[in-house]
């Protein structure tokens, strides 16, 4: 899936860069990958359009040099026959500079509002008033783990775990002595999740802010901390749904700054309508 999606995109970037800017000639000192004329490609170009997360293989800087090649064929052929300063070409091109000037406006001024811009006021209220649509479907238990390789160091940790330092500081300790694989503080877990089997009946059976003795599985030993279990029809604590809650949040708010904006510049602005109303309404009856 990744692959066809950088395949994609590199592909749709070829086309911009070979009909829009044709790609500028190469810089001294750069990887050279393809010429057209007096244009050329540079590894360093391709990079600059990639998804920086992902690394590109060989085989498709290949696919994009050769599809820029074709697109810059296409393009310097068209201005040989100055298609480029046909009306219908420019034309497009304002078109195109138009909606790409816009989306980088909506882009500054409403897209690129964060879901942690939504105030926790606002998060809480959204909780308090659909607590029902995050209840719990089956049994559930809210628990922290810690993974160790042996059961000596498991044991210590148990120890310290319910000692005046409590579950953090131990897995802190933990973690700096290299005796503990993984450790999860807060995690919400049904039977299905949770595995082997022995540990969801040890996790069904604990009362809250008990500590397990470790319990041996084919990844280590296993303590866990029971924080406390749902039943179905419960709503699980603020923390496992926030995210989801601000997520939803953030596209209203979204919505709300776009109608800001829109009557703010409104307002800004020399705006006149030139029709009156019963023809939009008799327009829509033809």
């Known amino acids: ?105 909506l882009e500054k001024e409403v897209i690129s509002v964060p879901p942690e811009a939504v105030p926790e006021t606002d998060v809480q209220a959204y909780f308090d008033k659909h607590a029902d649509e995050f209840s719990i479907r089956e049994q559930t238990v809210w628990i922290g783990t810690a993974i160790f390789r042996d059961r000596r160091a498991a044991e210590r940790f148990r120890d310290a775990a319910l000692g005046s330092g409590g579950w953090a500081a131990a897995a ?7 005796a503990i694989v993984e450790a999860t503080d807060s995690v919400l877990h049904t039977q299905s999740t949770l595995f082997p089997n022995e540990l969801w009946r040890l996790a069904s059976a604990m009362k809250t802010n008990d500590v397990s003795f470790p319990v041996k599985t084919s990844a280590g030993f296993f303590v866990i901390r029971m924080l406390g279990s749902l039943k179905r029809g419960e709503s699980p604590p603020l923390r496992f749904v926030e995210q989801r809650i601000r997520e939803r949040l953030s596209v209203e708010l979204r919505q709300q700054k776009y109608s800001d904006l829109i009557e703010t510049l409104r307002k800004k602005n020399n705006v006149q309508l030139f029709y009156a109303e019963k023809d939009t309404l008799a327009s829509k009856g033809e």
């Not at 393809?34 to 359009?49: F, G, K």
């Not at 802190?172 to 290299?178: K, L, S």
């Open 1 to 105: 899936m990744n692959n066809v999606f950088i395949g994609t995109r590199l592909l749709l970037t070829a086309g911009v860069c070979g009909f829009f800017l044709s790609c500028s000639t190469t810089p001294e000192q750069a990887q050279e990958l393809a010429r057209v004329n007096d244009r050329s490609l540079t590894r360093e170009m391709i990079e600059a359009h990639a998804d920086a997360s992902q690394q590109l293989t060989d085989a498709q800087i290949k696919m994009y040099a050769n599809r820029w090649v074709i697109s810059e064929i296409l393009y310097q052929e068209a201005k040989r026959q100055k298609l480029d300063e046909s009306e219908a070409v420019k034309r497009n091109l304002e078109d195109a500079q138009k909606q790409l000037t816009i989306a980088a406006l």
């Open 172 to 178: 802190a300790d933990a973690r700096d002595g290299g």
